[in-house]
């Protein structure tokens, strides 16, 4: 139990408190009062502790507390249980001693609101960055503060790339870089990614985007469709997570992958026929939970701690997209109807997934498929 006496005022400035706060914790036998600022005396508080001895309480000795200047650093202190007569104690991740896969050994709070999703002075890679989901992905790392470089196959970036690149904003610490690579090319990428790594100290996340889509229905489609599809929506996912691995693994960085999956992964989505497309998804939603068994823990040397997981949209309005409403009359309305919302994604609604998946608010995450559909799997 817990008795709080006293008041404070913290303003999300982080002001400091404006009064002495204390708290009293108990357990069966004992009351013990800690100073939560530590230029309190006991003579401030010695009209509690007679009201307290009054009324037949035992009060043991005092014991001064660090100063808590504002609200995060009192939601920092996290609870654990200890076996001490059902005794409620607050310690740090820190302090716990707890060895959480990805998570810094000595957890603090920053000097942003919620520091977790700040991704200053770390590096990471969006492969199929140069437009569509892709680059969306790319843009949220950058507006956090992380250096990002965008992969694909084009020579150059299109326009939507270069209004991307103009919208970064400098103060903010990331930056937007552009490398023509086509994934398909296992022995560039590994150089690209060992040159990426080398500049930057190591990589601290990738996200695997790049994808080729073809409606066909299956009864059409040729043993060399197949292969393209798989080639370059698994295959090449595959390599460009081993590829990020093991540079991660090298320089000992605890960092995160993701594959784009897809929700037609893990329904049989109506009126796409597209059979090669949805079983490449599918295969990558098996694939993270895989590579995250192998790589998720971390070893006695230190290499290790690699989360992987999966993001799975629903329909998006993307180019890839735009070209099969232009192939099948009709089809953006139906897809429309097909999920509880209504409307089609926009690219710009990812972002803050993309985020959490590459940042340290997602460190117990590793193995899972997260889907964002509009509601349209949960019919």
């Not at 009060?59 to 996290?78: D, N, Y």
């Not at 230190?302 to 998006?316: A, K, M, Q, T, Y």
Request: aromatic share 6%; charged share 20%; net charge positive.
């Amino acid at each position: 139990m817990a008795i709080a006496i006293g008041m404070k005022d913290i303003s999300s400035r982080q002001l400091p408190l404006q009064r002495p706060v204390c708290i009293l914790r108990t357990t069966t036998n004992r009351c013990e009062w800690r100073l939560r600022k530590a230029s309190m005396s006991t003579r401030l508080i010695s009209p509690c502790l007679n009201s307290l001895g009054r009324c037949g309480v035992p009060i043991a000795g005092l014991r001064r507390w660090p100063a808590a200047t504002s609200r995060a650093t009192l939601t920092a202190q996290k609870p654990s249980i200890v076996s001490r007569r059902n005794e409620r104690c607050y310690t740090t991740a820190g302090e716990s001693g707890t060895n959480v896969t990805g998570l810094p050994k000595e957890a603090s709070v920053g000097t942003k609101r919620f520091s977790d999703f700040d991704l200053a002075g770390n590096a990471f890679v969006v492969t199929g960055g140069a437009r569509g989901l892709g680059l969306a992905l790319a843009e949220a790392l950058v507006e956090a503060g992380g250096k990002v470089y965008c992969l694909d196959r084009l020579p150059e970036p299109d326009q939507e790339w270069q209004r991307a690149q103009q919208r970064v904003v400098p103060e903010w610490g990331g930056s937007l870089e552009y490398k023509q690579l086509d994934v398909n090319n296992t022995a560039q990428l590994n150089k690209l990614m060992e040159e990426i790594a080398s500049e930057n100290e190591g990589i601290q996340g990738v996200i695997a985007a790049a994808g080729i889509q073809q409606l066909t229905p299956a009864i059409d489609y040729t043993a060399e469709d197949v292969n393209k599809m798989i080639q370059t929506n698994y295959t090449a996912a595959f390599m460009t997570a081993q590829a990020a691995a093991r540079m991660m693994l090298k320089y000992k960085r605890r960092g995160s992958i993701c594959l784009v999956a897809s929700m037609s992964g893990s329904v049989a989505n109506k009126g796409l026929l597209s059979s090669a497309y949805n079983s490449s998804k599918a295969a990558l939603i098996q694939l993270a939970r895989n590579l995250a068994m192998e790589w998720s823990s971390v070893k006695e040397n230190g290499e290790g701690g690699i989360r992987v997981n999966c993001l799975s949209p629903g329909h998006i309005v993307t180019p890839m997209v735009l070209k099969n409403f232009e192939e099948v009359p009709g089809l953006r309305e139906t897809w429309s109807q097909e999920n509880m919302m209504g409307r089609l994604a926009e690219t710009s609604e990812f972002k803050g997934a993309g985020l959490f998946l590459m940042s340290n608010a997602s460190t117990f995450m590793t193995g899972s498929n997260l889907v964002i559909d509009g509601g349209h799997t949960a019919w």
